[in-house]
Nanobody, 121 residues
Framework: QVQLVESGGGLVQPGGSLRLSCAASGSIFRINAMGWYRQAPGKERELVAIITSGGSTNYADSVKGRFTISGDNAKNTVYLQMSSLKPEDTAVYYC???????????????WGQGTQVTVSS
């Protein structure tokens, strides 16, 4: 079993900041990449940012310059520092991990339960 535990969501005013965390645990041999996705009401889930185990990152154009993704390989944890938040950033944010299972050594992916981020005055 693999678990992704997210934390850090909440209500913030426009222009404010939040930091999301996601810790992976369980039957993981190696994590290849972790990322954050978001889904706003009535919209499809979209990639926000992703980081590989080697430290390469990729961001959605809408968050470049405002969000920063980072990771701690030793803790199997990924962070998303969100700054200059806008109302359109309001969504449920989901953590995703692409990993090699320690059970069967197959490549697998797993999602967290999601954490709500609301940007409103």
């Amino acid at each position: 079993q693999v678990q992704l535990v997210e934390s850090g969501g909440g209500l913030v005013q426009p222009g404010g900041s939040l930091r999301l965390s996601c810790a992976a645990s369980g039957s993981i041999f190696r994590i290849n990449a972790m990322g954050w996705y978001r889904q706003a009401p009535g919209k499809e889930r979209e990639l926000v940012a992703i980081i590989t185990s080697g430290g390469s990152t990729n961001y959605a154009d809408s968050v470049k310059g405002r969000f920063t993704i980072s990771g701690d390989n030793a803790k199997n944890t990924v962070y998303l520092q969100m700054s200059s938040l806008k109302p359109e950033d309001t969504a449920v944010y989901y953590c995703n991990a692409d990993f090699i299972s320690s059970t069967d050594f197959y490549a697998r992916a797993h999602w967290g339960q999601g954490t709500q981020v609301t940007v409103s005055s």
